[in-house]
């Protein structure tokens, strides 16, 4: 699973277009699905508009990992 490194100040999402709405941080993509990151677990998800939760993958947040926010972690 990818998940936002503990030591990232989580407001440099904003830079990659992620919004903070309270217990998070959003970005809306090209085909409806949503990116999600939770202030607790920090965990990256997508969300599908139909509602369907799944991890996202290394191309979807590439601009991310490129700037050294990301990291592996097992379940």
């Known amino acids: 699973m990818l998940k ?3 030591d990232v100040d989580l407001k440099e999402l904003e830079k990659f277009g992620f919004d903070d709405f309270g217990v998070g941080y959003k970005k809306y993509g090209i085909l409806g699905e949503q990116y999600f990151i939770h202030n607790g677990d920090r965990r990256i998800k997508r969300i599908h508009p139909y509602s369907l939760r799944e991890e996202a993958t290394e191309e979807e947040v590439a601009d991310l990992i490129e700037a050294d926010l ?3 972690v097992e379940d």
Do not use: F, N, Y
């Open 70 to 72: 990301v990291e592996k």
């Open 4 to 6: 936002i490194k503990d």
